[in-house]
C-alpha cells in the first residue's frame, strides 16, 4: 500500500504525515495527527460532526480526501482557543448551556466561526442556515442558535482568526 | 390551498426508575487532606448532565461549595456498581446514593471539627462557603480544609463515605398485575399550535407551551436543556422520524440521515415552559427525572392539533404530509374544528 | 424560548433555601466540550489498532447452510476470522442479569437468522477498509425461510416461529400467560352501563435512538492479564457483566472504562460491541476497535420498537371515563432484549394519570423477523401516552368538552387508588394542565382552576372494586387456536367495601363536575355469590439499607453449541497478548 507525504498547517502547527491511497483527512487528523476535536458520527457527510476548516471555509473532513490538504491551513476546534483562553464563541456556548452530550458541538463550532469570520453581524436566518448541516440531537439547536447570535454581539466576529 | 391553524393538547405522567425494584446505585465520596471531594461513581454521563448533577447534590450534602466536589465517573476499577442511565433512573438513584455517601462523610469531617473547636458535633453548623462554625457563635469556626486536615493526619480519620439506594423489589402478579413499579412520578402538560397547509399535508409546529413538574430542578439550567431538546425530539418522533416508514413493510428503511428525518433548526418552534417541583419523598432534595417524559406529550398533542386543524385524525406516527393529504382526500376536503 | 418557575405552587412542600441545589451552575464537562477535550469512548489512541466488521444477514429469516471465509481470510491485513464457535459461550439476554426471561441471543449466529442485519462472521483487519473488502468476501449459502413481520399475524397459529426459545412468538409471563395482564374492577359491566363506547387503535413504527455518536468500543490487553474496554455504553456494569458471561471471563479481569457518551437516548445498553472487542482482543492480543457506522446505527441497531394499541372506553355524557380496556402489542423483533421488561413498565402505566374505575389489559411482547427492538426514551411509555392522550381528546371531542377541562375531570388525585393497586401520591397533573393552559391561553372555566391535585381524591375513589379475572390466553393456547378459553372468576376486596354506587350525572344544563360525587341510590354491581377472598399482597414495607449485595453468580455457562461442520480452527495462530502502548487523550480520563 503505497502511501503519500502530506504537509498542512493545524491551528497554526506545521503537520507533515503519511496518508494512504483515499484515506479521509478526518482519521488522518485523529490518528494521524493526534486531533481527536473532529468526531465520526456518520462518515456519509449528512451529520456535520467533522466539520473542521481549510483555509477558513467548513468541509466535512469525513469526505475530504487527506492529500487534497496539501500546503493548505486547517482550524479543528482543538485550537480555537487562543492559549489559554476562550473564543468567544466557546464562551457563548458555555454561557448559553449549548452542549449536552458535547458530541456535536465541534463541528457547530467551527461552522459557527466560518460563518462570523465572513460575516460579523448575522441575522438569526443566516445563523439557522450556517448550523443546518450539523446535527445536534439533545439541544433542540436554540441554545445554540442564541450562543452563536451572542457571541457575534460580543464582536467574535472582528476577532483576528 | 390554505393554511389552516389547529392547537393540540397533552396531559402526561411518568415514572421515575427502572420498574419492578432493586435498581440500585452506589456512590463514593472521600475527601483529600485540603477539603476538596472526589465523588466516585460508575454512572453515565449521556449528555443529560450526571456529573454536574450529582456534584452538586454532594456539595450540598456536605456543606461545601461546589468548586470544592469533582465527580469522576465512569472507570469500573474505582466507580462502585450503578446500573446505568436509562428510565429516568439517573438523578433520584445516584442521586441518593450520593446524599448516602456524603453524609457519611460530612458526620466524619464535623466530629473532626467538633474535635479541634472541643464542641459536640451536633452544635456545628456548615455555611457552604468553606467554614464550619458553632452553632450561634459564628466567630468560633475553622474551615473545611483545616477539619479534613486533622481528621487524616492527627485524628486518623478517613473523611469519606459510602452510599447505595435501590426501591424495594416487586413481583408483579400474574392474574391482576398488582404491583409496585416505581416510588414517584413526573407530570407534563403541553399545548401545541401548528400550521396545516392542505396542499402539501405539511405540518409547521408554530409554537409549544408547557408545564413540566420535576419534583425539584437541582440545576435550572439543565432542567431547561433537558426540556426544550426533549419536546424537540417529541416533536421529531411526531411529525419526521421512523426506520420504517411502511411499517410494518421493512422496505424504504432509512440508512443515513438524508433519509431518516428530523427537524433542523430551520424547523423547531419557539417553546415557553414552566416548571413546577412538588418534591418527591423519597427523591435527593425531592428530585425526580425530566429526561424522557420531556418528549412524550408532544407527540399526542401534535396529532390532536392535526384534528383540530384539518379534521383528519392520524392514528399512526410518524405523521407525514401524505397521510394528512389522504385524510383530507377521505374528509372531500379540511374541517378545521375550531377552538376553545 | 422562556422559562419560567412557578415556585407559588407546592411551595409548603419544599425548602427553597439551598446552598447549591437550584442554582444554575455551570456544568463539570462543558469546558470539556467547547474545547473538543471530552473523552469519548473513541479519544484514546492505540499502537496497532485493528478494525472489526461483520458480516451480516440480508434476509428476513434464513438458516445459514454454510459459511465460507477461505478468500476473506487470506485478503490483505486480515488478522482473525471470528466465528459463532469462537464465543466461549454464545447466548445470552440481556436481563440475564437480573434473572429475567431465557437466553435466546447468540452474539454471532450459527444456525440461523432472524432479521436483516444480524451478524454471523466477524473479521478483524488491520484497517476499516480491509475489513470491509474481507466482509465482501465472504460466502455464505442461506436457505431462506418464510417470515413474518406483523404483530398480529405473528400471533396467529400458523406464523413462522421467530424465535426458538419463545415458540408461540410472544414472550412467556410468569411461566403461565402468553401476556401480561391488568385487571381492576369489570369493564364489560361498566362499558353496558357508559353512555358511550370510544374506540381507537393506536401505531407508533420503530424509531432510531440516533445519537449523533454510534455506538461503539475499544477493546486493549492491559498489563496485568486483564482487559481493558473503552466504550459508548450507557450501563458500565451491565455491559461488563454482558460480556463476563458471553465470554466466560471473571468479571474482575474486564475493566472498563466510559462515563463520557455522545448521546444515547437508550440506545446503548444492548452491550454487543464490548463482548465483540473484547474477544478480537483475546484472540489477536492486540487492541481491537469495533464501531458501528451509521447504516448500521440506522438498521442494525436496536431501535425503539413498534407499538400498536387498541383502546375501548366507556365514557359517561358528562366526560367520566368509567372503563378503560387496552390490548397491547410491543413489537421485540428477533430477540427479547429488553422488551419483556418494557411489557411491564408499560402495563404499569396504564391507564394513564387519570382516575377509572374499571381497567383491564392484556399487552403482548411479540417476536417479528425485525432489527430486535431495545429501549428508548421514554421506553414502555411513550407509545402507550400517544395512545392515551389521542384517545383522550376523540373522547372529548365526542361529549362535547373543552379537551383541558375533561383532562382534568378525570386526573388522578392524591388518594386514588391506581390499577396496579397503589395508592396515587404527590400528584401533580391538575396542576400542569392548568398552569399550560394559562400559558397558552385556552380558556377553562373558574372550577376547572381551582381544581387541585390535593382535593378530591382518595375516599371511594381509593377502594379497590370487585375485580374480574380470568385465565384467557396460557401459553401456547394461541398458537394452538384456543385464544379465549380461559374461565372468568370474579375476585372481591379483601376488606368488605360497599359495592361502588352508580354514578347519577346532574341535569344537563348544569356544568360537568370536576370530580365524581357519589349519589345515594341502588348500588349497581351486585355483590358476587360466594366470590373467593383475594388477598391482595401485603404492601412492601422498604427493607433497610444495607451494603451492596453482590450481584447474582452469572450461570454455569451452557455446553458449546456443536458445530454444523466440523470445525477446524482459524488456521491463523493466537499471539500471546502483550503490552500495548496507548496514549490516552489529553492526559485526562474521565471528567
Excluded at chain 2, 234 to 245: N, R, V
Excluded at chain 3, 7 to 36: P, S
Excluded at chain 3, 275 to 283: D, N, Q, V
Amino acid at each position: 500500500m503505497s502511501k503519500k507525504p502530506v504537509q498542512f498547517t493545524l491551528n497554526g502547527d506545521g503537520k507533515a504525515v503519511f496518508v494512504e491511497d483515499g484515506q479521509n483527512l478526518l482519521d488522518v487528523l485523529r490518528r494521524g495527527v493526534g486531533d481527536l476535536s473532529p468526531k465520526y458520527g456518520c462518515g456519509q457527510g449528512t451529520c456535520g460532526a467533522c466539520t473542521v476548516l481549510i483555509d477558513g471555509e467548513p468541509h466535512l473532513s469525513c469526505l475530504t480526501l487527506a492529500e487534497t490538504v496539501e500546503g493548505r491551513s486547517l482550524s479543528s476546534t482543538g485550537g480555537l482557543a487562543q492559549g489559554a483562553d476562550l473564543h468567544p464563541l466557546q464562551d457563548a456556548f458555555m454561557r448559553h448551556f449549548a452542549a449536552q452530550c458535547g458530541f456535536c458541538s465541534s463541528g457547530m463550532l467551527m461552522a459557527a466561526k466560518a460563518l462570523l469570520d465572513r460575516n460579523p453581524n448575522p441575522s438569526r436566518e443566516d445563523v439557522v442556515e450556517a448550523i443546518s448541516g450539523n446535527i445536534c440531537r439533545c439541544t433542540g439547536y436554540e441554545p445554540i442558535i442564541e450562543a452563536i447570535l451572542d457571541a457575534a454581539q460580543s464582536g467574535a466576529g472582528r476577532r483576528s482568526a | 390551498m390554505s393554511i389552516h391553524k389547529g392547537r393540540g393538547f397533552a396531559s402526561i405522567n411518568y415514572p421515575i426508575g427502572m420498574n419492578l425494584g432493586g435498581d440500585p446505585s452506589q456512590a463514593l465520596v472521600h475527601s483529600n487532606p485540603d477539603g476538596k471531594f472526589a465523588v466516585a461513581l460508575s454512572s453515565i454521563d449521556l449528555g443529560q448532565g450526571m456529573k454536574q448533577v450529582t456534584r452538586q447534590i454532594a456539595a450540598e450534602t456536605l456543606g461545601v461549595p461546589v468548586e470544592d466536589v469533582y465527580v469522576d465517573t465512569a472507570d469500573s476499577d474505582t466507580g462502585p456498581h450503578c446500573m446505568g442511565s436509562f428510565a429516568s433512573r439517573g438523578t433520584h438513584r445516584v442521586g441518593n446514593a450520593v446524599i448516602q455517601a456524603a453524609k457519611e462523610a460530612r458526620s466524619v469531617m464535623l466530629e473532626a471539627a467538633a474535635e479541634e473547636l472541643e464542641v459536640n458535633a451536633a452544635d456545628l453548623e456548615t455555611d457552604g462557603k468553606g467554614n464550619i462554625f458553632v452553632r450561634g457563635a459564628p466567630s468560633r469556626s475553622i474551615s473545611t480544609g483545616e477539619a479534613c486536615g486533622a481528621a487524616q493526619f492527627k485524628h486518623g480519620k478517613t473523611v469519606s463515605g459510602r452510599g447505595i439506594f435501590l426501591i424495594p423489589m416487586s413481583d408483579v402478579d400474574p392474574e391482576t398485575g398488582e404491583m409496585t413499579p416505581v416510588s414517584c412520578y413526573a407530570h407534563a402538560a403541553l399545548v401545541v399550535d401548528i400550521e396545516v397547509d392542505d396542499e402539501t399535508g405539511e405540518v409547521d409546529v408554530k409554537q409549544m407551551n408547557s408545564a413540566y413538574e420535576v419534583g425539584r430542578a437541582l440545576n435550572p439550567r439543565m432542567v431547561e436543556q433537558q426540556l426544550v431538546g426533549g419536546a424537540w425530539m417529541g416533536m421529531s418522533h411526531a411529525l419526521w422520524e421512523t426506520t420504517e416508514p411502511y411499517y410494518p413493510d421493512r422496505t424504504h428503511g432509512p440508512t443515513d440521515f438524508n433519509q431518516y428525518l428530523m427537524p433542523g433548526p430551520g424547523d423547531i418552534a419557539p417553546h415557553d415552559i414552566a416548571i413546577l417541583e412538588r418534591p418527591a419523598p423519597d427523591g435527593p432534595y425531592g428530585g425526580k427525572g425530566p429526561g424522557e417524559m420531556c418528549a412524550n406529550p408532544v407527540l399526542p398533542a401534535v396529532a390532536n392539533a392535526v384534528f383540530n386543524a384539518v379534521g383528519v385524525r392520524i392514528d399512526e406516527l410518524p405523521i407525514t404530509p401524505e397521510k394528512v393529504l389522504r385524510g383530507i382526500k377521505a374528509n372531500g376536503g379540511a374541517q378545521p374544528q375550531g377552538q376553545w | 424560548m422562556s422559562v419560567e418557575f412557578r415556585k407559588e405552587l407546592f411551595a409548603n412542600e419544599r425548602d427553597d433555601n439551598l446552598n447549591e441545589i437550584g442554582k444554575g451552575t455551570q456544568r463539570q464537562d462543558a469546558l470539556g466540550h467547547v474545547t473538543g477535550r471530552s473523552p469519548y469512548f473513541d479519544d484514546h489512541l492505540f499502537e496497532g489498532l485493528l478494525q472489526i466488521r461483520c458480516v451480516r444477514s440480508p434476509h428476513h429469516h434464513a438458516r445459514i447452510r454454510s459459511v465460507d471465509y477461505s478468500q476473506a481470510e487470506n485478503m490483505p491485513g486480515v488478522v482473525r476470522i471470528i466465528r459463532p464457535e469462537d464465543v466461549p459461550n454464545n447466548f445470552n439476554t440481556l436481563l440475564s442479569l437480573l434473572n429475567f426471561g431465557r437466553d435466546d441471543e447468540p452474539l454471532l449466529s450459527s444456525k440461523k437468522v432472524s432479521y436483516i442485519g444480524e451478524p454471523v462472521l466477524a473479521i478483524v483487519a488491520g484497517t476499516d477498509r480491509q475489513a470491509r473488502d474481507a466482509v465482501a468476501a465472504v460466502r455464505v449459502e442461506w436457505e431462506v425461510l418464510p417470515h413474518v413481520l406483523d404483530v398480529e399475524e405473528a400471533l396467529k397459529p400458523d406464523a413462522p416461529v421467530v424465535n426458538e426459545v419463545y415458540p408461540n412468538n410472544t414472550f412467556d409471563y410468569h411461566d403461565k400467560y402468553d401476556h401480561q395482564k391488568l385487571r381492576y374492577g369489570d369493564v364489560e359491566t361498566a362499558f353496558s352501563q357508559a353512555d358511550r363506547i370510544v374506540e381507537g387503535r393506536y401505531q407508533m413504527s420503530p424509531i432510531e435512538q440516533a445519537p449523533v455518536e454510534t455506538n461503539g468500543a475499544i477493546a486493549a490487553p492491559e498489563t496485568n492479564d486483564r482487559f481493558v474496554c473503552y466504550t459508548s455504553t450507557q450501563a458500565l456494569f451491565f455491559s461488563l457483566g454482558t460480556a463476563a458471561k458471553l465470554l466466560n471471563v471473571s468479571s474482575n479481569r474486564l475493566h472498563f472504562i466510559g462515563g463520557t457518551v455522545g448521546g444515547g437516548f437508550g440506545g446503548k445498553v444492548d452491550s454487543l460491541v464490548e463482548p465483540m472487542a473484547i474477544l478480537a482482543c483475546m484472540l489477536t492480543g492486540k487492541p481491537c476497535r469495533f464501531v458501528w457506522d451509521r447504516q448500521e446505527e440506522m438498521q442494525v441497531g436496536a431501535p425503539r420498537g413498534g407499538e400498536r394499541w387498541y383502546l375501548k372506553d366507556g365514557v359517561m355524557n358528562d366526560g367520566r371515563i368509567i372503563a378503560r380496556q387496552f390490548t397491547g402489542y410491543f413489537d421485540s423483533g428477533a430477540y427479547t432484549r429488553l422488551s419483556s421488561y418494557a411489557i411491564i413498565k408499560g402495563t404499569a402505566h396504564l391507564p394513564g394519570p387519570y382516575h377509572i374505575p374499571n381497567v383491564k389489559a392484556d399487552v403482548f411482547c411479540v417476536y417479528t423477523n425485525r432489527t430486535p427492538a431495545t429501549a428508548m426514551r421514554g421506553f414502555g411509555v411513550t407509545g402507550v401516552d400517544f395512545a392515551i392522550e389521542s384517545q383522550m381528546d376523540k373522547i372529548a371531542h365526542e361529549v362535547g368538552m373543552n379537551p383541558v377541562e375533561f383532562r382534568i375531570l378525570n386526573a388522578y388525585r392524591d388518594g386514588d387508588m391506581k390499577a396496579h393497586r397503589r395508592e396515587a401520591k404527590n400528584c401533580a397533573l391538575i396542576e400542569c394542565v392548568q398552569v399550560a393552559a394559562e400559558k397558552a391561553n385556552w380558556p377553562i372555566r373558574d372550577e376547572f382552576k381551582q381544581a387541585s391535585s390535593m382535593v378530591g381524591g382518595g375516599g371511594e375513589r381509593a377502594k379497590i372494586p370487585h375485580t374480574v379475572t380470568d385465565e384467557d390466553g396460557k401459553i401456547g393456547e394461541r398458537r394452538a387456536g384456543r385464544a379465549g378459553a380461559g374461565q372468568t372468576r370474579t375476585i372481591a376486596p379483601s376488606t368488605p367495601a360497599p359495592a361502588p354506587a352508580a354514578y347519577t350525572p346532574p341535569p344537563p344544563s348544569a356544568p360537568p363536575a370536576p370530580a365524581p360525587q357519589p349519589a345515594a341510590g341502588q348500588p349497581a354491581y351486585a355483590h358476587p355469590a360466594a366470590a373467593p377472598a383475594y388477598q391482595p399482597a401485603a404492601p412492601h414495607a422498604p427493607p433497610p439499607v444495607t451494603p451492596a449485595v453482590a450481584p447474582a453468580p452469572p450461570p454455569a455457562p451452557a455446553a458449546p453449541a456443536p458445530a454444523s461442520e466440523t470445525s477446524t480452527p482459524s488456521a491463523r495462530p493466537v499471539n500471546r497478548p502483550g503490552y500495548s502502548r496507548f496514549a490516552s487523550n489529553s492526559g485526562f480520563r474521565r471528567r
